[in-house]
């Protein structure tokens, strides 16, 4: 039977010891809420094509400018038409 590999995932240094039993659970969750914290997680393949968050964000606002000048554009009149009676 061959011996299975250990690698560098396999074990922790000793100085990384976990005491789960004096973890509190949602520690920072209302202070999360209260900030806005908010995290959208990027496909690998798109994530690629942005250098940093910045780029991201103004790619998704001129997104939006676009959308919003789209919709004005397309947007029905919300004035009634009236309909011509024939005399």
């Known amino acids: 039977m061959k011996r299975k590999r250990r690698t560098q995932l396999d074990h922790m240094r000793l100085e ?49 400018d676009v959308s919003e000048a789209t919709r004005r554009l397309t947007a029905r009149s919300k004035r009634s038409s009236k309909k011509h009676a024939a005399a």
């Open 16 to 64: 990384y010891t976990f005491d789960y039993t004096k973890a509190i659970r949602g520690k920072y969750y209302r202070r999360l809420l209260k900030e806005g914290a908010n995290v959208a997680v990027l496909d690998p393949d798109v994530a690629n094509a942005f250098r940093d968050s910045a780029s991201v964000n103004a790619a998704l606002r001129s997104l939006l």
